[in-house]
């Protein structure tokens, strides 16, 4: 019983072993804001983690508020994409579903990238994601993303 | 009257959209409509109904930085009042996040014995498959009302864990005679996105076998015996929800220990497989064992298997359908023979807004 469960448990985790990359050029189009969140600069991988509810508060001590482009926004699957590796549906489903379990608070969704940057640069603590914004972004809220 | 009441519904609209409009308050609105056709194969009778199922009424609100509260009301069937459905509160906890994902939580919470009760709760929407696993209508301690330490997110594998001390299973939400807490302690990783495994270890002390709120056992929960029961539950989880495949095991061994009959074993092991060919498509498959030992006297003995074969299509995020045939036998360690056998087609509606 214990060997079988064991075998079922490596299967599992070989199973799941499965890449999500995205070109550089998606990477590209997008510029992430952040508002007193103590990091100038973050890998991808982190940024995907952040993005994913795995972190509720920064390094400053303010909580992580997300902020994406809801689905009428015309980036918004190059962020479903990047951040989640899914579709908008499948992004808002996610979302949808870990705000239920209760274990991690929704993030907010914006229409365009003026109403995210609005939003990032009034709220300490949020970080979002500007998809080919081509307008000023102030240099205190510019992350690079690496 | 009727003037108060849509004086009172607009005050609570205009307080919802002025949360709203604060972007602190998440509200939501989960249910589903079933319908059944089932063949019951010795007799040969056949039952075909529609069943309005649980309206869920959701509240999420950040209320500071550090504090939020979760509210799950739920409109469900009751037989024993005179419209047949009734309010629960599901859900009702504070959480106070006093270190980065370290948490407190206070209230009432769906225990965080295994992957289904932690993540699902009572939104249809959300399951895999139509029905839970067999064993929350058997000896899974669904709710608790207590006090929780959580952590989660951890390290390089995600590790989460959680450790409870509430009213058990004996419990209201009001009132627990004697002073017998629950206490359960669980952990989980995480250790690649979409995989998630888990283990668990539930203890709770029956002083006279009685069931109040927290369990969902009451057409199964032995009635005959009053006397006391060391409760002890054991759970491992394993979740995997990838792009194509999907695959979810809930394994659960429940020990129950009377002074009339010692030790007694019961289990439960459910397994889904799921295969999205395309984005909204998923055809399934699952099995479904369980097991009440012979010699327990917590729940009425029962030994069964379920298999069944499905395909869920999602309209979009928030609305999906199931249909799913599903086939009940008598399980091979069934020696009474007090199982009727039976053939099940159903189609659930779910949804949430």
């Known amino acids: 019983m214990a060997s ?143 | 009257m009727t003037l108060a009441r849509l004086l009172t519904f607009l005050a609570l609209v205009s307080v919802s959209v002025i949360a709203s409009a604060q972007k602190k308050v998440q509200i939501n609105g989960f249910g589903h409509i079933e319908s059944h056709l089932e063949y019951f194969n010795e007799e040969e009778t056949i039952n075909s109904y529609f069943s309005l199922g649980e309206q869920d009424l959701f509240i999420n609100a950040i209320i500071n930085k550090r504090l939020s509260f979760l509210g799950e009301t739920v409109v469900k069937f009751d037989s024993e009042t005179a419209a047949n459905f009734a309010p629960s509160i599901e859900r009702a906890r504070f959480k106070y996040e006093y270190r980065n994902n370290h948490s407190i939580l206070l209230g009432k919470m769906h225990t965080p014995v295994n992957y289904w009760n932690d993540v699902y709760h009572h939104g249809r929407l959300f399951f895999p498959t139509i029905d839970r696993p067999q064993m929350f209508s058997y000896f899974l301690p669904v709710h608790t009302l207590g006090i929780r330490a959580q952590g989660q997110n951890l390290g390089k594998l995600n590790f989460g864990y959680d450790v409870q001390v509430g009213n058990g299973i004996e419990s209201s939400d009001v009132f ?46 032995n009635t005959e015996y009053r006397g006391p029961v060391d409760f002890q539950m054991i759970a491992v989880s394993i979740a995997r929800f990838e792009k194509k495949i999907e695959v979810l095991s809930e394994t659960a061994l429940n020990i129950t220990r009377t002074d ?36 327990d006297l917590h729940s009425d003995h029962a030994s069964k298997i379920k298999f069944s074969l499905g395909y869920k299509y999602e309209f979009d995020p928030f609305a999906n359908i199931k249909f799913q045939v599903e086939q009940y036998l008598s399980s091979p360690w069934n020696h009474h023979g007090d199982y009727t056998p039976k053939t099940e087609f159903k189609i659930q509606f779910s949804y949430g807004i």
């Open chain 1, 4 to 146: 079988n469960i064991i075998k079922y448990l490596i299967v599992m985790l070989v199973v799941s072993v499965s890449a999500h990359s995205f070109g550089q050029k998606e990477w590209d189009s997008i510029k992430v804001i952040g508002n007193n969140i103590g990091e100038k600069s973050m890998s991808q991988k982190s940024l995907i983690e952040v993005f994913r509810g795995q972190k509720n508060y920064w390094e400053t001590n303010e909580g992580v508020l997300l902020i994406l482009p809801s689905d009428k926004h015309p980036g918004a699957g190059i962020a479903s994409a990047i951040l989640y590796d899914m579709s908008i549906s499948e992004m808002q489903k996610f979302w949808l579903a870990m705000v239920f379990q209760g274990r991690t608070n929704p993030p907010v969704f914006e229409l365009n990238n003026a109403d995210i940057l609005t939003i990032v640069s009034e709220t300490p603590g949020a970080i979002g994601i500007l998809i080919n914004y081509q307008g000023q972004i102030p240099p205190e809220l510019l992350i690079n993303i690496q």
């Open chain 2, 260 to 295: 009339t009959l010692g030790y007694a074993n019961s289990f439960n092991t459910y397994l889904y497989v799921g295969y999205n060919f395309k984005e909204n498509h998923t055809p399934y498959l699952m099995g479904d064992l369980l097991h009440i030992g012979e010699n």
């Open chain 2, 176 to 221: 627990d005679a004697g002073a017998n807490y629950s206490f359960l302690a669980a952990m989980h990783i995480k250790p690649q996105y979409g995989t998630r495994i888990g283990a668990s270890y539930y203890y709770d002390h029956l002083s006279t076998n009685s069931y109040g709120v927290h369990a969902h056992s009451h057409g199964s929960h």
